[in-house]
């Protein structure tokens, strides 16, 4: 074999020892490693042994190499040398992550990861550097005190162009900790107490818009405007009146564009910087961004109007000795808006579907929230709405059938860190892990009858027992609660937990006791058309809605 053959060989293998265990994220690299070093190789080789150089021979000395490259990066990801070679998994996945990459776009990808779990078991490779781990022992370790800093999906998702990065995307460990430290006291309990009456004043609203709504409506719809204004009020002040104006400017179409793609990038870091020239999705980003940047300089400029999420994050409050920049608060304030309210409107969706195709879960409900509030109780009181067993039980239910981010709770053990050990399962360097929330909860080793709406297995025995439940005759009834993540888990689990309980409990008793409501549409075409952008992405649910006859509320 000659050099000129041999050379594009070693320059293959060369480049593939240096790539080997990281993806090179910057289009530059990607440039000369790809373009720049076959090229340069080829012309000095030339140079060297006084060969011709002509298109031909710089062609075939790049095909050579970038084959080369390529049999060696899938000859060694499917190897026993590989870190990951003991985890079953697909070859396409133990190959490249175009796959994953494929079928996060498909909007599928939480039935994937649970199937494959259901085929392989409780660790599966699902790319060729990560793991999807379906244990609820592993949980703690991997999400706990100690955690793992956040994958690199964030690098993906969150292009910086300029823009500072929302805290959610933070990598490392003890920044995204400074960056928590305003979200702790914004949902400390005494700041959640001030929060009630924008949730009040909110949810009434919601309720009079849908009185004056004839026929059928769609429910995903008006959740998504009732959850989208009150979060513009907790993180601006406000700005947003959907539930009076509807979507206007087709807010929700743009950023339902952009969002499959984001989430292609999650998988495929190092395309991201490549196309953040390409104005994919820029519309529905950059109108999000002048809303958001005209709401903070007006709630700046008129000050503090209430207690809300900006306060803090604007260290309205002092705590914080050195203010923080505006485009973290910005950044942050629009975080709260993303997270808070597409989340929260789809759950208190599924809920509505599965409540009004399970009649006697509707009845209880209905007959707990009149107990707890007879004729002249101000059915808005939190303090009762943390009391009453089944209507936090059918919230956990709906969560936990339909988690909001069903699938991308992810970490990574770093490049340079030791390998973690949890269990049986080894997480070495460089390595990222999923916890799925949609595959744990659906796992019948943690929830007997998992694809069955039953708001009971979350009341206690002595309740279970009242409501007959217990003599279903399921003696063995599996319901392990530490499988249970809809929120994920630990230091950076998520920090409106609280809020969402809260306003959830509220809206839902205010709406369950005042209206009378039948479905449209079919709600298993509805769970069928769900789709996992990284948040669960709601489709209309169409119900016709008309004033409870006996609504006392
Ligand atoms: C049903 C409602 C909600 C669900 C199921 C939910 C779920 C989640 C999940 C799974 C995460 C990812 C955490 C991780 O990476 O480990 C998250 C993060 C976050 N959520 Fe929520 N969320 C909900 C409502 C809210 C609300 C109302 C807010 C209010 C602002 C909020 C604010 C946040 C923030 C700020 C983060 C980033 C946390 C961090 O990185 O430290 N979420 N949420």
């Not at 080793?445 to 217990?470: A, H």
């Amino acid at each position: 074999m000659s050099s000129l053959q041999l050379l594009p060989i070693a320059g293959g293998l060369l480049c593939h020892a240096v790539f080997k265990r990281f993806e090179p994220n910057h289009p530059s690299l990607l440039f000369v490693a790809f373009i720049v070093a076959p090229v340069a190789l080829t012309i000095s080789n030339s140079f060297a042994m006084n060969a011709p150089l002509t298109i031909l021979s710089v062609a075939s000395f790049w095909a050579v190499y970038i084959s080369t490259i390529l049999l060696s990066i899938s000859t060694y990801r499917l190897s026993p040398f590989h870190p990951l070679a003991q985890y079953p998994g697909p070859v396409i996945c133990k190959l490249t992550k175009l796959w994953p990459a494929y079928i996060s776009w498909t909007g599928k990808q939480h039935l994937y990861y649970d199937s494959l779990h259901r085929t392989y078991g409780d660790v599966v490779r699902i790319g060729p550097n990560e793991l999807s781990i379906r244990k609820s022992s592993a949980i703690s370790p991997l999400l706990g005190q100690n955690e793992l800093p956040k994958g690199p999906m964030w690098d993906g998702r969150l292009a910086e162009g300029g823009i500072i990065r929302s805290m959610i995307g933070v990598r490392d460990v003890s920044e995204h900790s400074r960056r928590r430290r305003p979200w702790s006291r914004a949902f400390s309990i005494s700041a959640l107490k001030h929060y009630e009456a924008m949730i009040v004043r909110r949810a009434y609203q919601l309720k009079s818009r849908l009185e004056e709504q004839k026929g059928t409506i769609d429910l995903s719809a008006w959740m998504g405007y009732f959850a989208y204004d009150f979060m513009s009020d907790m993180a601006f002040g406000g700005g947003s009146e959907m539930m009076r104006d509807g979507d206007e400017g087709g807010f929700w179409h743009l950023l339902d564009d952009v969002v499959p793609f984001l989430t292609v990038l999650g998988h495929l870091p190092w395309l991201t910087k490549m196309v953040t020239y390409v104005p994919v999705g820029a519309a529905g980003r950059q109108r999000f961004r002048a809303l958001a940047i005209g709401c903070a300089k007006k709630r700046i400029s008129e000050g503090s109007m209430s207690k809300d999420i900006f306060y803090y994050l604007n260290n309205e409050d002092g705590h914080d000795a050195a203010p923080r920049s505006f485009a973290e608060v910005l950044s942050d304030g629009g975080l709260a808006i993303i997270a808070g309210s597409d989340t929260t409107a789809t759950t208190l969706t599924s809920i509505f579907g599965m409540l009004l195709s399970n009649p006697d879960a509707h009845k209880r409900l209905l007959d707990e929230i009149d107990a707890h509030f007879p004729v002249g109780e101000d059915i808005m009181n939190p303090a009762v709405h943390a009391r009453m067993p089944y209507l936090n039980a059918v919230i956990n239910e709906a969560l936990r059938m339909f988690p909001p981010v069903p699938t991308n709770v992810q970490r990574a053990n770093p490049q340079d860190a030791p390998a973690r050990v949890t269990g049986s399962v080894v997480i070495p360097a460089g390595t990222s892990v999923i916890t799925p929330p949609y595959a744990l909860h659906r796992d019948p080793q943690n929830f007997s009858e998992p694809e069955v709406f039953i708001p009971e297995r979350w009341l206690d025995p002595e309740l279970q027992e009242k409501l007959g439940f217990s003599s279903k005759g399921m003696p063995s009834f599996i319901h392990d609660s530490n499988a249970f993540i809809p929120f994920s888990y630990g230091p950076s689990n998520c920090a409106g937990k609280a809020l969402a309980y809260q306003e959830m409990r509220m809206v839902l008793c205010l709406l369950v006791r005042s209206f009378d409501m039948k479905l449209v549409s079919s709600v298993t075409e509805w769970v069928d058309s769900l789709e996992d952008y990284f948040l669960l992405s709601k489709k209309p649910l169409m119900v016709e809605v008309s004033p409870r006859a006996e609504s006392v509320g």
